[in-house]
Nanobody, 123 residues
Framework: VQLQASGGGLVQAGGSLRLSCANSARAFSNYDMGWFRQAPGKQRELVAAISWSGGSTHYADSVKGRFTISRDDAKNTVYLQMNSLGPEDTAVYYC?????????????????WGQGTHVTVGR
């Protein structure tokens, strides 16, 4: 399985970006999907995740109300809509996946990682 993330870039504070991640798996609908981020000098953070069915989502407290995760099974793609961005959101964002399991989407035990995409938010 390969994950291909896109959509990062430079944006002014208060702006928006949408990240996309395409999953090469045939059975995309069997995968929990999500996004981690890592900022310089900070611990990796599970930003958002969505279950294989789409029926369950998880958000880090730091992004609740600003970020929305969604999936399009017809396109094998998961999206992260990021609004009201601030400098604290500057990080490398990694798309992640895990086959359907008993784990909660909030569990950080994702075992498939894509390449990172950089998000930089200017003041």
């Amino acid at each position: 399985v390969q994950l291909q993330a896109s959509g990062g870039g430079l944006v002014q504070a208060g702006g928006s970006l949408r990240l996309s991640c395409a999953n090469s798996a045939r059975a995309f609908s069997n995968y929990d999907m999500g996004w981690f981020r890592q900022a310089p000098g900070k611990q990796r953070e599970l930003v958002a995740a969505i279950s294989w069915s789409g029926g369950s989502t998880h958000y880090a407290d730091s992004v609740k109300g600003r970020f929305t995760i969604s999936r399009d099974d017809a396109k094998n793609t998961v999206y992260l809509q990021m609004n009201s961005l601030g400098p604290e959101d500057t990080a490398v964002y990694y798309c992640i996946a895990r086959q359907r399991s008993t784990y909660s989407v909030a569990s950080p035990s994702y075992n498939v990682w894509g390449q990172g995409t950089h998000v930089t938010v200017g003041r």
